[in-house]
């Protein structure tokens, strides 16, 4: 587990010395967190240092950061408003912080494409869609050029993207079909985006896992298409980088299929943020990508090492990804050394350890950053960090956690502002450490503080748990149980937190607890 500050889960530090906090608290928002991460020759390296743009960052979080606030100015929250506090000004599309330019160039620009099933912020469910972004905005501000390539899902808006446009129409192979598939292009975050979008059935649905298709087929149907689309075009990218089970099925694609055929340069990059999901397959389902299945079930290639000598036996495309791809990386060297000891995978990762790296994944510094966050009422930073209070506040009023007497200056914020409040932003997944999530619920009453937790699950079991906590919850006077996604919601959150809990099982990184120390809170982890 990675983690910098680490406090047991509801250890004394709700009630610690609050000078000792602070003292924290200026340390990590001053500890920022920087991508480490430089394709070199179809080799990956882990940089040492993160010189990078602190120090012109540093200088323009001066000039924006407004501590100065007017509390008069501020329109308050209430839980009874018509539209939430979170949902009034900004929609996170909305925001498109500028790719910094005044960054040290890499003396061997490429084109680097990745190709995922997760984008923040218009196709996000957890840090996947995070690293993606950040990562491709650290290398297009180093000098390379990045496109990401994701499906056109049917929950993105349109207003979403930027200079959105038809750029292709093409047909790609699935089950003995050729789909017309349309691609569009436009800008995310500042970020060049290919959106794949079939005119079948696929990848419609309001959410972006879990719509009322085969997943498996459909994220095959993306790997192939977006092959096919490289095909069409003549993009010859330097590198193709695949993400997670889902798109593991590309570098065989790659390799047996579009190799032979027009795409020559790229090399195959595969990282690996969570090895949870090993994208199981039968051969059958491999073969409507067009592959001959039963070519990939040997130890060598694809086939799930687990279900060998069973009838049927499966493939993974995780594993299929890690035999094909030049390189694979996985989010931390610590979940390295973990996957190379433990996991029926952990065989294949030792069989093909030269090319298996483990690099620290960081945060998007400009995307998470309280001194110039849009959604904040009040922004703040590691010099002035007195904005945090009113967001504290400005979220304790929208959610009924405190008062509503006028904050005038100093004494409803200093009472509220004593109570310490516990964040709890996180897909509701048994990894997540639910359990000690409802634990925590009840210490943190009875410590007299309050907590927010702010999840989303697609488990109708897990749903109804939290549902029963929230309606047992969600009247009194410290707990808040918001069972949705919202992007919004979780800037304000981890901006209003004096702790972030985070109390995974097991974690691969975890960007939640980087995010909480930038944003000034203690974290504690299991
Ligand atoms: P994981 O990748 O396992 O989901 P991480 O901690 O690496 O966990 O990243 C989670 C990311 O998703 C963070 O940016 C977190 O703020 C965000 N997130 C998780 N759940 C929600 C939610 N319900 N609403 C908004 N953001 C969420």
């Given at each position: 587990?990675?983690?910098a500050?680490?406090c047991k889960?509801?250890?004394?530090?709700?009630?610690s010395?609050?000078?000792?906090?602070?003292g924290k608290?200026?340390?990590q928002?001053s500890?920022h967190t920087?991508?480490?991460?430089?394709?070199?020759?179809?080799?990956?390296?882990?940089?040492?240092?993160?010189?990078?743009?602190?120090s012109?960052?540093?200088?323009?979080?001066?000039?924006?950061?407004?501590?100065d606030?007017?509390?008069?100015?501020?329109?308050w929250p209430?839980?009874?408003?018509?539209?939430p506090?979170?949902?009034?000004d900004?929609?996170?599309w909305g925001?498109n912080p500028?790719?910094?330019?005044?960054i040290?160039?890499?003396s061997?620009p490429?084109h680097?494409?990745?190709?995922?099933?997760?984008?923040?912020?218009i196709?996000?469910?957890?840090?996947?869609?995070?690293v993606v972004t950040?990562l491709a905005?650290?290398?297009?501000?180093?000098?390379?050029?990045?496109?990401i390539?994701?499906?056109?899902?049917?929950?993105?808006q349109?207003?979403q993207?930027?200079?959105?446009?038809?750029?292709?129409?093409?047909?790609?192979?699935?089950?003995?079909n050729?789909?017309?598939t349309?691609?569009?292009h436009g800008?995310?975050?500042?970020?060049?985006?290919?959106?794949?979008?079939p005119?079948?059935?696929?990848?419609k649905?309001?959410?972006?896992y879990g719509?009322s298709?085969?997943?498996?087929e459909?994220?095959?149907?993306f790997?192939?298409a977006?092959l096919?689309?490289?095909?069409?075009?003549?993009?010859?990218?330097?590198i193709?980088?695949v993400h997670e089970w889902?798109?593991g099925?590309?570098?065989l694609?790659?390799?047996?299929?579009y190799h032979?055929?027009?795409?020559?340069?790229p090399?195959?990059v595969?990282?690996i943020?969570?090895m949870?999901?090993?994208g199981?397959?039968?051969?059958e389902q491999l073969?409507?990508s067009g592959?001959?299945?039963?070519i990939?079930?040997?130890?060598?290639?694809?086939?799930?090492?687990?279900?060998?000598g069973?009838?049927?036996?499966?493939l993974?495309l995780?594993k299929?990804?890690?035999?094909y791809?030049n390189?694979?990386?996985?989010v931390s060297?610590?979940?390295?050394?973990?996957?190379?000891?433990?996991g029926w995978?952990?065989?294949?990762?030792i069989r093909n350890?030269?090319?298996?790296?483990g690099?620290l994944?960081?945060i998007?510094?400009?995307?998470w950053?309280p001194a110039t966050d849009?959604?904040?009422?009040?922004?703040?930073?590691?010099?002035?960090?007195?904005?945090?209070k009113l967001?504290?506040?400005?979220?304790?009023?929208?959610?009924?956690?405190a008062?509503?007497?006028?904050?005038?200056g100093?004494?409803?914020?200093?009472m509220?502002?004593?109570?310490?409040?516990?964040v709890c932003?996180?897909?509701?997944?048994?990894?997540?450490g639910?359990?000690?999530?409802?634990?925590a619920?009840?210490?943190?009453?009875?410590?007299?503080?309050?907590?927010v937790?702010?999840g989303?699950t697609?488990?109708?079991?897990?749903?109804?748990?939290?549902?029963?906590?929230a309606?047992?919850h969600?009247?009194?006077p410290?707990?808040r149980i918001?069972?949705?996604?919202?992007?919004?919601?979780s800037?304000?959150?981890?901006a209003?937190?004096?702790i972030v809990l985070?109390?995974?099982?097991y974690e691969?990184?975890g960007?939640?607890?980087?995010i909480?120390?930038?944003?000034?809170?203690?974290?504690?982890?299991?």
């Amino acid at each position: 587990m990675e983690c910098a500050t680490v406090c047991k889960l509801c250890s004394p530090i709700l009630s610690s010395p609050r000078s000792a906090v602070v003292g924290k608290r200026k340390q990590q928002l001053s500890n920022h967190t920087k991508f480490k991460f430089c394709y070199s020759k179809f080799k990956i390296q882990a940089l040492h240092s993160a010189q990078t743009h602190l120090s012109s960052e540093v200088a323009a979080e001066k000039s924006q950061s407004s501590t100065d606030f007017a509390i008069g100015e501020l329109v308050w929250p209430s839980p009874s408003d018509e539209i939430p506090f979170w949902k009034k000004d900004f929609p996170s599309w909305g925001v498109n912080p500028e790719v910094p330019v005044d960054i040290k160039k890499d003396s061997d620009p490429m084109h680097i494409i990745h190709i995922t099933a997760e984008m923040a912020p218009i196709a996000k469910v957890g840090g996947l869609g995070d690293v993606v972004t950040g990562l491709a905005r650290a290398c297009l501000s180093r000098g390379h050029t990045v496109d990401i390539m994701l499906p056109f899902y049917e929950c993105i808006q349109k207003q979403q993207i930027k200079d959105l446009e038809l750029v292709t129409t093409y047909n790609s192979y699935h089950d003995g079909n050729w789909i017309q598939t349309n691609a569009y292009h436009g800008v995310v975050s500042g970020i060049s985006v290919i959106l794949i979008e079939p005119s079948n059935q696929f990848f419609k649905g309001q959410t972006v896992y879990g719509g009322s298709f085969n997943e498996l087929e459909v994220y095959l149907f993306f790997s192939r298409a977006s092959l096919e689309w490289m095909q069409v075009t003549g993009a010859q990218p330097d590198i193709i980088h695949v993400h997670e089970w889902q798109t593991g099925a590309l570098p065989l694609l790659y390799w047996d299929m579009y190799h032979n055929l027009s795409l020559k340069k790229p090399r195959l990059v595969l990282t690996i943020h969570n090895m949870e999901h090993y994208g199981e397959c039968t051969k059958e389902q491999l073969s409507k990508s067009g592959l001959d299945g039963l070519i990939y079930a040997t130890i060598e290639k694809a086939v799930d090492d687990r279900t060998i000598g069973h009838n049927p036996e499966r493939l993974s495309l995780l594993k299929g990804g890690i035999v094909y791809s030049n390189a694979v990386v996985t989010v931390s060297p610590t979940y390295l050394k973990e996957t190379l000891c433990t996991g029926w995978l952990a065989s294949t990762l030792i069989r093909n350890r030269d090319k298996y790296f483990g690099i620290l994944n960081g945060i998007d510094t400009a995307m998470w950053n309280p001194a110039t966050d849009i959604f904040l009422p009040a922004k703040f930073n590691a010099q002035n960090p007195e904005g945090k209070k009113l967001c504290k506040y400005y979220v304790q009023r929208g959610l009924g956690l405190a008062s509503e007497g006028i904050p005038d200056g100093k004494h409803v914020l200093d009472m509220t502002h004593k109570v310490p409040l516990v964040v709890c932003i996180t897909r509701l997944v048994p990894q997540k450490g639910l359990h000690l999530i409802s634990h925590a619920i009840k210490r943190a009453e009875e410590l007299g503080a309050q907590m927010v937790i702010l999840g989303k699950t697609s488990d109708g079991r897990v749903e109804r748990e939290f549902e029963g906590l929230a309606k047992l919850h969600n009247q009194g006077p410290s707990i808040r149980i918001l069972l949705m996604f919202s992007e919004e919601l979780s800037h304000l959150l981890y901006a209003a937190a004096d702790i972030v809990l985070v109390p995974s099982m097991y974690e691969p990184c975890g960007l939640a607890q980087m995010i909480g120390m930038r944003y000034g809170a203690v974290c504690t982890i299991k």
